[in-house]
């Protein structure tokens, strides 16, 4: 279950959009309840991410929006050079990420992304490979991991926002 409150936020680093979100669930058998904000800028391109556990695990990265990634203490993450956009595995908001910032329609063909993937159990983050497709203009849009191993039509809201994604999560 997921709680998310997404508006405008002014202020540092030329953040545009703020997404502040609680999540509960389970993994594997396993509970987890996390918090985590999402920065974006006006062209829903990330600029810093943090999640943090009940139990105070954390992790908190920042990016110049152009897919260079740093750590909170500045040093550079070179391994995700190029990952514009993120998947925080427990929420389908971050899907919204990548339809918004490319306002793909269905002449547009498929994106194919590298994206910076951040399971909920280990918080040790991945690049992983994920295709994009428009099916129905602000409508309907297709996700496929790169290796074809999981896909998803992905309805949307007027704002962009996924609604359903079948067999993990549904808005209520």
């Not at 508006?7 to 540092?12: A, D, K």
């Not at 139990?55 to 929006?65: E, F, H, Y």
């Not at 956009?85 to 990420?97: K, M, R, S, Y």
């Amino acid at each position: 279950m997921e709680h998310l409150a997404l508006g405008p936020v002014s202020g540092g680093r030329g953040a545009a959009i703020r997404a502040d979100s609680v999540v509960i669930g389970s993994r594997g058998g396993r509970p987890y309840g996390l918090r985590y904000r999402i920065d974006c800028d006006a062209g829903w391109r990330v600029l810093s991410f943090s999640i943090e556990t009940v139990d105070g695990r954390g992790l908190r990265l920042l990016s110049d929006g152009e897919g260079r990634w740093r750590d909170e203490d500045g040093r550079p993450l070179p391994r995700f050079d190029g990952c514009i956009d993120i998947d925080l595995a427990g929420t389908p908001f971050t899907n919204t990420l990548p339809i918004r910032r490319l306002g793909l329609a269905p002449q547009s063909g498929t994106a194919r992304l590298t994206m910076l993937y951040v399971p909920f159990d280990t918080f040790e983050p991945v690049t992983d490979g994920q295709r994009y497709t428009c099916l129905v203009e602000d409508r309907l849009y297709r996700y496929e991991a790169e290796d074809r191993s999981f896909a998803a039509d992905l309805p949307v809201d007027e704002d962009g926002l996924v609604t359903d994604y079948p067999s993990l999560f549904e808005r209520l």
